[in-house]
Nanobody, 126 residues
Framework: QVQLVESGGGLVQTGGSLRLACAASGRAFSNYTVGWFRQTPGREREFVAA????????IYIDSVRDRFTISRDNAKNTVYLQMNSLKPEDTVVYYC???????????????????WGQGTQVTVSS
């Protein structure tokens, strides 16, 4: 079992930055693909970014590609989402997810992740 705990959310002004962290416990994290999703109440959870466990393959949705960066520190069992140039429409709850994959460059962009965090709220004021 892997437990994921997000942190780093909060209130920021338009154009500001936040760095979300997702700390994993329970098992070594190094061969897990990781992803970030976000969800507004009443809407489907939306994929934001994902990274293979090799770190070589990274995927973003178009709306965040030039503003957000996903990274990982396997020694710390932690995944990060650096969010720059934040906009009011980025105001949602962000979730991290993780799953073991057989290939080092395999990335999951759908909901089939096995492990999910509880979410952290990001609010961007206009």
């Amino acid at each position: 079992q892997v437990q994921l705990v997000e942190s780093g959310g909060g209130l920021v002004q338009t154009g500001g930055s936040l760095r979300l962290a997702c700390a994993a416990s329970g098992r070594a994290f190094s061969n897990y693909t990781v992803g970030w999703f976000r969800q507004t109440p009443g809407r489907e959870r939306e994929f934001v970014a994902a990274q293979s466990w090799s770190g070589v393959v990274t995927i973003y949705i178009d709306s965040v590609r030039d503003r957000f960066t996903i990274s990982r520190d396997n020694a710390k069992n932690t995944v990060y989402l650096q969010m720059n140039s934040l906009k009011p429409e980025d105001t949602v709850v962000y979730y991290c997810a993780a799953d073991q994959t057989p290939a080092s460059d395999y990335v999951i962009t759908g909901y089939e992740y096995t492990y999910w965090g509880q979410g952290t709220q990001v609010t961007v004021s206009s």
